[in-house]
């Protein structure tokens, strides 16, 4: 069955109203009846089958008439900084950031950005990558759709917003004596429910960066001899971090 992602003020009485781009994807793409079957997601990890009822111009509408037992998040909640990348370079890292249940994503405005957005761009383009999140979360089977933003911060405001994280990383391309596997046995009881990294631009991270970061609680880790694309770079730190304390 199809999955949609609707608010939950829009189920209500075991009835749901779909509105928007969903009202033309049901009716004219997928070209579905009165009475077939769809699933609907709450994004706060509730999910119903749904039949519908009524098919109009501007709102879908249909019945409950299951509830759908299902948790596809990670058990650990990773937020990831990602410093800005030209071009469309950002949308990729979006979808497969989301693919690989990631909790919510920032990109960050760091000194060796190529990329930088004027304020009246910063809107428009948080809200394609949300957008583009919200299709991952539907392609990936996530219950979930992880937020992007809020805004494009400066590292300062990132660092405020992750303070609490019982990790802290800094993925720099210089660092040599400090992998992911070495972390764990670093931790001093292994329990890591949050974890905080930053991943560069193209350009990679300023000295000055890497010492403010790394005064503010940061732990520098390395990925290897090789310079990963930023692109490639933020899904690896990724599939690592689930691997090791997630579920891949």
């Known amino acids: 069955m199809r999955r949609f992602f609707v608010p939950p003020e829009q189920i209500e009485?075991?009835?749901?109203?779909?509105?928007?781009?969903?009202?033309?994807?049901?009716?004219?793409?997928?070209?579905?009846?009165?009475?077939?079957r769809i699933v609907v997601l709450d994004g706060q990890g509730r999910q119903f089958e749904v039949r519908l009822t009524s098919l109009g111009n501007k709102e879908?509408?249909?019945?409950?008439?299951?509830?759908?037992?299902?948790?596809?998040?990670?058990?650990?909640?990773?937020?990831?900084?990602?410093?800005?990348?030209?071009?469309?370079?950002?949308?990729?890292?979006?979808?497969r950031a989301v693919e690989l249940g990631v909790h919510q994503i920032l990109p960050v405005q760091t000194k060796r950005c190529v990329a930088r957005p004027k304020k009246q761009e910063e809107s428009k383009k948080l809200e394609r990558w949300q957008r583009i999140a919200e299709e991952a979360a539907k392609q990936s089977g996530?219950?979930?759709?992880?937020?992007?933003?809020?805004?494009?911060?400066?590292?300062?405001?990132?660092?405020?917003?992750?303070?609490?994280?019982?990790?802290?990383?800094?993925?720099?391309?210089?660092?040599?004596?400090?992998?992911?596997?070495?972390?764990?046995?670093?931790s001093s009881d292994g329990n890591v429910e949050t974890i905080?990294?930053?991943?560069?631009?193209?350009?990679?991270?300023?000295?000055?960066?890497?010492?403010?970061?790394?005064?503010?609680?940061?732990?520098?880790?390395g990925l290897g001899p090789r310079i990963l694309r930023a692109e490639s770079a933020s899904l690896v730190i990724l599939s690592l971090l689930q691997q090791q304390w997630g579920d891949l």
């Open 196 to 221: 905080a990294f930053l991943a560069g631009p193209e350009g990679g991270w300023d000295p000055e960066e890497t010492a403010w970061l790394t005064g503010q609680g940061f732990q520098s880790v």
């Open 60 to 95: 879908v509408t249909g019945d409950v008439v299951a509830t759908m037992a299902m948790d596809t998040e990670s058990p650990v909640r990773i937020v990831m900084g990602q410093g800005i990348i030209k071009g469309n370079g950002f949308d990729s890292v979006v979808r």
């Open 142 to 186: 996530r219950s979930r759709i992880p937020e992007v933003g809020p805004g494009i911060p400066a590292l300062d405001v990132f660092c405020d917003h992750v303070k609490d994280a019982d990790l802290k990383l800094l993925f720099w391309e210089n660092e040599t004596a400090t992998r992911v596997r070495d972390l764990a046995n670093q």
């Open 13 to 36: 009485d075991a009835r749901v109203v779909l509105r928007g781009s969903d009202v033309n994807h049901i009716r004219n793409v997928l070209r579905l009846q009165e009475g077939d």
